[in-house]
């Protein structure tokens, strides 16, 4: 079959320049008329096809439905195997034995969700999966916090466009999950006392779970929940999902939209999923992206690309392959050492090195990288803001003192 090359290969760079001058003339000066970023094809993209959206369930996930994946659990609900009602209800029962130990969720709509598996079946891959929302994340009528002082009696009178989006795509939203304050660090509380655990070691709250996106992270590796959105600032997804070995996609700059999410830097912010392996990841992601007319940063982007086939792996005589040849950049430093992890890496970069059409690339530093000052945000939303008796503000204000 013939498979084309992604959209952004053959974007107008230069145009693409002039349009985020205009996009930052808009926060200064008000509306302006955006220049089109000139891609490969100017047609209106139609519907994605998301037959290979469903994937038949591996035996051993069919006996505990909370361990099915999104492509799984699509798969029996399409087929009239597996209800959306009884889905859910394996996950809160999970939630109830467990989450007092995770301490994943800020609240669980049982009643919200309960009504909303009962609705008529859809046809698409999301209907009747249970996810978690990230809390800063608007949800109509649902306390928004951001897990901050500054946001602990806000209900927002609508749904972050993203969020409308899943549910339109027959997602139900489980609960609102613990996260950094402001986006900021691991789940604390806003005064900075952890909270929310490593779904692999949970007795154990030193280990990382990742932030800030950490109670989403946390619910779907713990299996309450089926997936889940976070948003990345500096780390906020890819962090956790590493840590507790999901799938996470921070996507391009305005790819999705970030109408009705609670900022931490308007330049820097990227909604994105959380998920259990790149097909979820894509499914989510197809929902929840495309233009909003509420958000100028999703203007003119090209069309979005059909990520359920991307995720879906592709075979030659029996053999997997690569869609096109692919370039791949390695900083400086990756892989250099004899610790565990660098033994890790460099076995990883001779793994991808053998593969037929991948093309190992040193990608060197810009001059004086070294000077640029650290990805931390200097403010913090709890009531000791500048005081070291909050760990937040203390590492914070070291950072800020040291430069």
């Given at each position: ?294 958000d100028p940063r999703t203007q003119g982007l090209p069309d ?100």
């Amino acid at each position: 079959m013939t498979i084309e090359q992604p959209a952004d290969l053959a974007v107008d760079r230069r145009a693409f320049l002039v349009r985020a001058a205009a996009l930052a003339a808009v926060t200064t000066a008000g509306a302006v008329a955006l220049p089109a970023v000139a891609a490969a094809t100017g047609k209106h993209q139609p519907a994605l096809d998301t037959s290979n959206a469903y994937v038949k369930p591996r035996p051993e996930a069919l006996a505990d439905p909370t361990e099915l994946t999104v492509a799984e659990a699509a798969w029996l609900i399409r087929e009239r195997r597996l209800r959306p009602e009884d889905l859910l209800e394996a996950y809160l029962a999970r939630i109830a034995a467990f989450d007092g130990t995770y301490q994943a969720f800020n609240v669980v709509l049982i009643d919200q969700a309960r009504q909303a598996a009962r609705r008529r079946p859809g046809r698409g891959p999301l209907h009747g999966i249970p996810l978690a929302i990230k809390d800063n994340y608007y949800t109509e009528g649902v306390r928004t916090t951001a897990n901050s002082y500054l946001f602990q009696d806000f209900v927002p009178p609508f749904d972050a466009t993203a969020v409308a989006k899943l549910k339109a795509a027959g997602a139900i939203v489980l609960g609102k999950t613990q996260m950094g304050p402001l986006a900021t660090t691991r789940a604390t509380t806003p005064d900075g006392v952890v909270t929310t655990v490593n779904a692999w070691t949970p007795t154990n709250p030193n280990t990382d779970p990742g932030g800030s996106s950490t109670g989403t992270a946390t619910a779907v590796a713990g299996r309450m929940a089926t997936a889940g959105t976070g948003t990345q600032t500096g780390g906020s997804i890819t962090a956790p999902s590493n840590a507790q070995n999901l799938t996470g996609i921070k996507p391009t700059m305005g790819r999705v939209s970030l109408h009705g999410i609670i900022p931490l830097s308007y330049t820097r912010d990227h909604p994105g999923t959380l998920a259990r392996d790149a097909k979820d990841a894509a499914i989510m992601l197809t929902a929840m992206a495309g233009e909003d007319p509420d958000d100028p940063r999703t203007q003119g982007l090209p069309d979005v690309p059909n990520l359920i086939d991307a995720a879906t792996p592709v075979y030659h005589r029996g053999k997997l392959k690569l869609r096109w040849n692919t370039r791949i950049g390695v900083t400086p430093g990756f892989a250099t050492g004899t610790s565990a992890t660098a033994l890790a890496r460099q076995a990883y970069l001779a793994k991808l090195a053998a593969i037929p059409g991948v093309t190992l690339v040193d990608v060197p530093l810009p001059d004086e990288w070294d000077l640029l000052p650290a990805t931390r945000s200097t403010t913090c939303g709890c009531r000791n803001a500048a005081s070291r008796s909050c760990p937040t503000c203390a590492v914070t204000c070291a950072a800020s003192a040291s430069r």
